[in-house]
């Protein structure tokens, strides 16, 4: 930790967006019966929206060093200066960490992890990993594609592991940060990159997919997973200092001002001007004439990249709006020139960002929103294709954002007047999940073992390459930009 981290004195966490973990990014579908409809209303009181951010009943007494999740995630992970970790959110494969799979709305502490000091984290769709002070990794949740990086994989064609509590990462060591893609995992070891999990697309970075074919009198196509953590070769020869991941994809920033992607490459997520995938880490020439500095920040959307260059100015590349044309190299994000990034999130097609102009502080959101959680309150927009500050926490200093799947995290100064007047939110007491009976649940159709364990093609994201540009949609063009 830098001097910085050891003088920081904690903050707390403001939160917005669902808080019916078990719904959340799920749709009911069908018609549905006036009781059914009734039922609805019901379970909408018990668990609203927040539109607008809330603090955490939970966390009053509570100094937060961290905050975190995923673009693919569907719970949070916390730190408090004590190092202690806490987890919320959904919970059907144990990516709680707390010994059962039952949803939680209320932050609690990770027990098992008591004694070792928690430092950073982020979450997977099914899974968590965390980052100690003394650079060990700890990992949990769904182990299907090897992505808690254990070495070992139990899985079986009709039985997924879950790893209730936590397991030590192996092969892991001077680890300064971890990130998550959807079932992947990458730690950030003294400037070196390590990657354990799927590797359909090439996302683990080792220059193949693993793609087999899983029938010998049919296809059935399948993708051997790596459950040890490997370092990646294509980034020994520098110092990567960043690291985030989306849903298939993963950004890479290093010591001299280089940007490395690689991944699935629909949408144009990795900058190269081509809807590729790659199997191994591509530098963005983009960024040879406009380099990246020891500030920067990186974040991935689950089918977008960005990344802070020199000055703080935000670039971003992919799919950067529910409809209009993608972004096939960086450019700078139009709406936002003029600001200094400090702190920068992705949920799925949300993102967040703790931005700086002269002396002010603004968080700033923008995004295809679905439970409110671009925080601009009850009256305000519900989604915004362009940057937009989220008026309660203007000018309120922050620390670091974090977002989920239809949810947003902001470490904020807890001492300022704007914090003390938001509202408190205290979660209903935890009932039992619709979707699970504690039980392991059984691998989905097409997710088994095959050969070592494996995901059908379909498993991760959808269509190959090949495909990608009947995704594309109309150009639609728009503009604005949050007041400074």
């Not at 090897?146 to 070992?152: A, D, E, K, P, V």
Request: proline share 5%.
């Amino acid at each position: 930790m830098s001097s910085e981290d050891n003088e920081y004195k904690g903050g707390t966490v403001a939160f917005c967006g669902g808080t019916d973990w078990q719904m959340i990014g799920r749709s009911a579908g069908g018609k549905k019966s006036d009781k059914d409809k009734q039922a609805d209303e019901e379970r909408a009181a018990k668990f609203p929206n927040l539109t607008s951010p809330h603090t955490l009943k939970a966390l009053q007494t509570i100094r937060i060093r961290f905050v975190a999740a995923g673009s693919a995630a569907c719970h949070c992970v916390i730190g408090d200066l004590e190092g202690k970790c806490y987890t919320w959110g959904r919970n059907e494969k144990g990516q709680l960490g707390q010994r059962d799979m039952q949803t939680r709305g209320t932050p609690t502490l990770v027990k098992d992890l008591a004694g070792i000091d928690v430092i950073s984290g982020a979450g997977g769709r099914h899974h968590t990993a965390i980052v100690t002070a003394c650079g060990e990794s700890w990992t949990w949740g769904s182990n299907l594609q090897g992505q808690c990086g254990t070495g070992s994989l139990k899985s079986q064609p009709k039985s997924e592991e879950l790893l209730l509590e936590p397991k030590k990462t192996k092969e892991v060591a001077d680890c300064t940060d971890v990130a998550c893609g959807a079932e992947f995992t990458m730690w950030l070891c003294d400037g070196r990159v390590f990657s354990a999990g799927l590797p359909q697309y090439g996302q683990l970075g080792h220059g193949t997919d693993h793609e087999y074919n899983a029938k010998d009198s049919s296809v059935k196509i399948m993708y051997q997973p790596q459950p040890t953590p490997e370092v990646i070769q294509g980034l020994t020869h520098t110092t990567i200092r960043k690291i985030a991941c989306g849903h298939n994809h993963t950004l890479a920033l290093d010591d001299k001002g280089a940007a490395f992607t690689w991944g699935n490459g629909g949408y144009g997520r990795l900058g190269h001007q081509v809807q590729q995938d790659e199997h191994k880490p591509r530098q963005i020439s983009v960024f040879d004439r406009a380099p990246v500095d020891k500030n920067s920040t990186a974040a991935c959307g689950s089918t977008s990249s960005f990344c802070s260059g020199i000055g703080g100015a935000l670039y971003g590349w992919g799919k950067l709006k529910a409809s209009g044309d993608n972004t096939m190299y960086p450019k700078p994000a139009p709406g936002i020139e003029g600001w200094t990034i400090l702190s920068m999130a992705c949920g799925s097609q949300t993102f967040a960002t703790a931005s700086q102009y002269q002396k002010e502080t603004s968080i700033i959101t923008w995004g295809q929103a679905s439970n409110g959680e671009l925080g601009y309150g009850d009256k305000g927009k519900k989604s915004s294709a362009n940057p937009d500050k989220c008026p309660v926490l203007d000018n309120v200093p922050t620390r670091q954002v974090a977002c989920g799947v239809g949810f947003s995290m902001f470490l904020v100064d807890p001492e300022h007047e704007a914090v003390k007047k938001l509202p408190d939110f205290e979660a209903p007491e935890d009932a039992p999940d619709e979707s699970s009976n504690g039980a392991a649940e059984p691998a989905a159709k097409g997710k088994g073992k095959g050969r070592g364990g494996g995901a059908t093609k379909k498993a991760a994201e959808g269509p190959a390459s090949k495909k990608r540009k009947t995704e594309e949609k109309p150009a639609s063009r728009g503009r604005g930009r949050p007041k400074k």
